[in-house]
Nanobody, 123 residues
């Protein structure tokens, strides 16, 4: 069984930075892409950022472009999310996800999920 574990969440003030990390463990697998999603209270889980290992293509939600940066290592199935200039609206549980084959960045398009790490941004 594959497990993804996130770390790095916490409580910060608006304007601060945080770096989230995610690492896979358990059964060996080869990921095609990994990404970060988030879910705020009373809202649907949404895509934040993703990386395709082949070619190193990165994608971002419009709401985080210019503030968040995704990076990682496909061979090790690790991914990071550097979050700068945090805003109160970034408050959410952040989830790491991985996929083996596809290119669908919806929630249904990912094979494996972590349990999430809470990011709280105070104003």
């Amino acid at each position: 069984q594959v497990q993804l574990a996130e770390s790095g969440g916490g409580l910060v003030q608006a304007g601060a930075s945080l770096r989230l990390s995610c690492a896979a463990s358990g059964r060996t697998f080869s990921s095609n892409r990994m990404g970060w999603f988030r879910q705020a209270p009373w809202k649907e889980r949404e895509f934040v950022a993703g990386v395709r290992w082949s070619g190193g293509t990165t994608l971002y939600a419009d709401s985080v472009k210019g503030r968040f940066t995704i990076a990682g290592n496909g061979a090790k199935n690790t991914v990071y999310l550097q979050m700068n200039s945090l805003k109160p609206e970034d408050t959410a549980v952040y989830y790491c996800a991985a996929d083996r084959y596809g290119d669908d960045w919806s929630r249904q398009g990912m094979d494996y999920w972590g349990k999430g790490t809470l990011v709280t941004v105070s104003s």
